[in-house]
């Protein structure tokens, strides 16, 4: 079981850039599969992107595809999160977690930490 931290939120005007950690614990980061997730309040948790275990293949949502980089190190266990062109409607709270395949669904995904905020203004 790996278990996660994720850091790196803040408040950033639209337009602005901010960059996302996930440090994860346990010896075995490197054999899951990483996906970044965000709720918005009042929403549901929704897909934002994912990378394979060696991270070579990157996954993303439409919204976010062109601004947003998704990458990993399995030697310092993190997997980061790098948003451009930062919209309001990317405000969130972010997690990371891990899973077995890509492409899981959520509900596949485990190790979620306690999210960071993202708050976007206008």
């Known amino acids: 079981q790996v278990q996660m931290v994720e850091s790196g939120g803040g408040l950033v005007q639209a337009g602005g850039s901010l960059r996302l950690s996930c440090a994860a614990s346990g010896r075995t980061f490197s054999n899951y599969v990483m996906g970044w997730f965000r709720q918005a309040p009042g929403k549901a948790r929704e897909f934002v992107a994912s990378i394979n275990r060696s991270g070579t293949n990157t996954y993303y949502a439409d919204p976010v595809k062109g601004r947003f980089t998704i990458s990993r190190d399995n030697a310092a266990n993190t997997v980061y999160l790098q948003m451009n062109s930062l919209k309001p409607e990317d405000t969130a709270v972010y997690y990371c977690?891990?899973?077995?395949?890509?492409?899981?669904?959520?509900?596949?995904?485990?190790?979620w930490g306690q999210g960071t905020q993202v708050t976007v203004s206008s």
């Open positions: 977690a891990g899973s077995g395949v890509v492409g899981a669904p959520i509900n596949t995904y485990s190790g």
